[in-house]
């Protein structure tokens, strides 16, 4: 589909979508609201709100999606030390995860710096940890491991956990839009299943590849290499 097709079809879904979602707070307002007169309607109301999220947020990533691939913008603009912002951003993830029961461990190098773009860096690397967090939550062991450590002239960047893992004949396909496994699907989890296709164009505009592996029911882990600068 073209780029411009896209772009018209989200924002006349967004549109709509505005507008349901104005319905339904007005339908909810205050004790004369419709919904405290209809009580046994709640249930539905609450559904379709749900999916009035789902939407929002499928539209939301098609919408960046239709950005960062008409947007010819180079991302390797800033020096960024990633030992530092990677530790700040675990640190961050850390807090949230520990809610899931999940235990968070780290090995980051210091010193790593690559070029690139704050914060399309953070968005892509928040993607994966909360893929990682996502299908790993039900699992019996939660862990997620986070590393980070520089050869000669690459920074690696690894984000392991013990989840769900992906099915073999599905890793091909996990970077193709609104690829989702069946095992994934089957977990209940509601997904664009655009977050990897956003993740991999943001590498690949740092020149960094975007890589995974993985075993079925014992976890996968994801790579970023990105060329870095050697001082
Ligand atoms: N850490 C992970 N563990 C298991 N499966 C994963 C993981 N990350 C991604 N996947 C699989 O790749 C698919 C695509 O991921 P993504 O594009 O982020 O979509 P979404 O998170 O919206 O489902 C997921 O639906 C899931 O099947
Ligand atoms: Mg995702």
Redesign the pocket.
């Known amino acids: 589909m073209l780029v411009e097709d896209e772009k018209k079809i989200s924002d006349f879904l967004k549109k709509s979508l505005e507008a349901e979602c104005f319905a339904v707070d007005v339908a909810e307002d205050g004790e004369e609201g419709f919904l405290h007169a209809h009580a046994p309607h709640q249930d539905k109301i609450a559904l379709f709100e749900k999916s009035i999220d789902d939407i929002s947020r499928f539209i939301y990533d098609l919408l960046k999606l239709t950005e960062l691939e008409s947007n010819n913008e180079h991302l390797r603009t800033d020096r960024i030390d990633l030992s530092t912002e990677l530790t700040g951003l675990v640190e961050y993830f850390a807090i949230s995860a520990a809610h899931s029961g999940m235990t968070v461990t780290s090995d980051i190098a210091s010193g790593v710096t690559i070029l690139g773009n704050t914060p399309k860096l953070k968005e892509l690397l928040l993607?994966l940890l909360?893929?990682a967090e996502?299908y790993t939550k039900k699992a019996a062991e939660k862990r997620i491991t986070i590393t980070l450590h520089k050869d000669a002239d690459h920074a690696v960047l690894s984000i392991s956990d013990t989840g769900i893992g992906i099915p073999q004949e599905d890793l091909p396909h996990v970077f193709e839009r609104f690829h989702r496994s069946h095992n994934a699907k089957h977990a209940g989890m509601q997904?664009s299943g655009l977050?990897?296709v956003i993740a991999k164009t943001i590498a690949e505009k740092h020149n960094a590849t975007l890589t995974v592996t993985s075993t079925e029911h014992k976890g996968a882990t994801f790579t970023l290499t990105f060329p870095c600068i050697v001082d």
Do not use: A, D, F, I
Request: aromatic share 0%; glycine share 14%; charged share 30%.
């Open positions: 993607s909360s893929n996502k997904r977050g990897l």
